[in-house]
C-alpha cells in the first residue's frame, strides 16, 4: 500500500458546520467542525446553553457504552453519543486533528451514512499541517471471542477491513466486505451504507428512550415480513455488511490514530470492535509506533520505521 500526502498530519481548512436530529433523541442538534493544530487530535466538545462544555479526546479510554453506538464519556448527562459515523468520515479522510463543537448529547444521523460528512469536509478541504503523522502498526495477531462472535488485527502491509456478517433473516444472510481502506474507497464503497433495524424492534426501542429520530429517511427498516420497507430499496445489494463495515472503520479511529494492519470481524458490532481495540493497545508486544523516514510525497507502509513514542495508554489518555 502506498500513503502519499497523508503521511503528514492535516486539519481541515476552514470551518463548517451541519445540523440534523438526533437518532436515538430525535431533538435538533449542530455540530461544527473546527481546525485544529497538529498534535491536537480529534476532540469533541460538547456545548451546553449556559456557555459551559465538556470535552472528550477521540480515544479508546474516552469510550463508554457500545450497546446501540459508540459512546464518548459514561455520563448521559455529559456524553457525546454515535461517534461512529463522523469518525468513520474523518478516518477515511486522514483529517488528524479537528475539533468538533456539539450542541446536543449526540451526533446528527443525518441520511444514517457518512457521505454528509465526508461531502461537508471537501468542500471546504483538507490542509497538510507538514507534521509527520505516528501510525500504530500490528505486529503479531491479536483476536477476542464472544460466544459466536469474533474480531482480531493481523499484520498486513496497508489499512485493511475484512467483515463478515450473519443474520437469520434471509433478506440479510452471510455477506462480507472485504478490503483495502483508502478515502477513495470509503467514499464509493462504504459512505453511503446506511444504518439499518427491524420493524420488531421498534417498539422495544422507543419504549426504552431509543431511536427516537430513527426514520425511513435515515435507516433501512426491515418489516416483519422479511422486506424492505424503504420505497426506494437498497443503495448497495449488500449494504447491511457495508453499513457495518462503516461502523467498524470508525470504532477503529478510537486508536487515536491511523494503524497499519488488517482487521477481521464475524458477526461483531460497537462492542467487539471497543474490546479488540483495547485487546490490541493492552498488549505492547502487539504493535509499535511507527513513522515515514523520510520527507517524501509518496512512501510504501511497509518503509514506516519504528519511533521511540510513550506507551500507548498514556500517549492517548
Not at 455529559?78 to 448529547?105: F, K, S
Not at 478515502?183 to 453511503?192: D, G, P, V
Not at 467498524?248 to 464475524?266: K, N, T
Request: hydrophobic residues 45%.
Amino acid at each position: 500500500m502506498t500513503i502519499g500526502l497523508l503521511g503528514f498530519q492535516t486539519t481541515i481548512a476552514a470551518p463548517v458546520t451541519m445540523r440534523g436530529i438526533g437518532v436515538h433523541s430525535g431533538t435538533p442538534v449542530s455540530i461544527t467542525f473546527q481546525p485544529s493544530e497538529a498534535g491536537a487530535g480529534i476532540v469533541f466538545s460538547r456545548v451546553f446553553a449556559d456557555g459551559k462544555s465538556v470535552e472528550y479526546r477521540a480515544v479508546s479510554s474516552q469510550v463508554g457504552p457500545t450497546d446501540l453506538c459508540t459512546i464518548l464519556g459514561s455520563s448521559p448527562a455529559n456524553w457525546v453519543a454515535t461517534i461512529e459515523h463522523v469518525m468513520a468520515a474523518l478516518y477515511a479522510l486522514g483529517i488528524d486533528n479537528v475539533l468538533v463543537e456539539v450542541d446536543a448529547a449526540e451526533m446528527p444521523i443525518m441520511d444514517g451514512s457518512s457521505y454528509d460528512f465526508i461531502e461537508a469536509i471537501e468542500q471546504v478541504g483538507i490542509v497538510n499541517l507538514g507534521v509527520k503523522r505516528r501510525y500504530i502498526r500490528v505486529v503479531k495477531p491479536v483476536r477476542i471471542d464472544s460466544d459466536a462472535s469474533w474480531s482480531e488485527f493481523r499484520p498486513y502491509d496497508g489499512t485493511r477491513f475484512e467483515v463478515e456478517i450473519d443474520f437469520s433473516t434471509p433478506l440479510i444472510g452471510r455477506q462480507s466486505w472485504k478490503g483495502d481502506l483508502t478515502a477513495a474507497t470509503f467514499k464509493e464503497e462504504l459512505s453511503r451504507a446506511r444504518t439499518f433495524g427491524f420493524m420488531r424492534d421498534v417498539e422495544r426501542l422507543w419504549a426504552a428512550g431509543y431511536a427516537l429520530g430513527s426514520s425511513l429517511e435515515n435507516s433501512v427498516v426491515i418489516s416483519d415480513d422479511d422486506t424492505v420497507v424503504n420505497v426506494e430499496g437498497l443503495r448497495y445489494k449488500d449494504e447491511f455488511v457495508r453499513h457495518k463495515t462503516l461502523d467498524a472503520v470508525g470504532d477503529l479511529a478510537l486508536a487515536g490514530a491511523q494503524f497499519i494492519g488488517c482487521y477481521r470481524s464475524y458477526r461483531g458490532g460497537h462492542k467487539m470492535n471497543a474490546n479488540a481495540l483495547k485487546a490490541l493497545l493492552s498488549d505492547p508486544t502487539a504493535y509499535e509506533i511507527v513513522e515515514a523516514p523520510v520527507r517524501s510525497d509518496r512512501v510504501r507502509a511497509r518503509e514506516f520505521v519504528p519511533v521511540q513514542a510513550p506507551e500507548v495508554s498514556a500517549w492517548l489518555a
